[in-house]
Nanobody, 124 residues
Framework: QVELVQSGGGSVQAGGSLRLSCVAIGSGFGSLAVGWFRQGPGKEREGVACISLKGGSEYYKDSVKGRFTVSRDNDKNTADLQMSNLKPEDTAIFFC?????????????????WGQGTQVTVSS
């Protein structure tokens, strides 16, 4: 059993940067793929990035490629999402999530462990 605790987020102007962090409490973090999801106002939750359990593979939603970077440190039980060149359409609540399965940004149902969510607001 793993508990995910998020930090970071906030408000920024378009073109700015933010970093989100996710700390896993419990054992077995190194055996979990970590995904980042977001849910904008009036929208469904969508996947934006995922990193495999050892960090060897990364996956991104097309609209964030080149702007978002996912990373992890298994020694510290942490995963981060660095976001640059943020746009107003990135405004959403962001969630980290973890799964014992393979990485996927298309299926939220694959992820049994979720962080509490953190607000990211990008103004124009």
């Amino acid at each position: 059993q793993v508990e995910l605790v998020q930090s970071g987020g906030g408000s920024v102007q378009a073109g700015g940067s933010l970093r989100l962090s996710c700390v896993a409490i419990g054992s077995g973090f190194g055996s979990l793929a970590v995904g980042w999801f977001r849910q904008g106002p009036g929208k469904e939750r969508e996947g934006v990035a995922c990193i495999s359990l050892k960090g060897g593979s990364e996956y991104y939603k097309d609209s964030v490629k080149g702007r978002f970077t996912v990373s992890r440190d298994n020694d510290k039980n942490t995963a981060d999402l660095q976001m640059s060149n943020l746009k107003p359409e990135d405004t959403a609540i962001f969630f980290c999530a973890a799964t014992e399965g393979y990485c996927s940004i298309k299926d939220t149902q694959r992820f049994p462990y979720w962080g509490q969510g953190t607000q990211v607001t990008v103004s124009s």
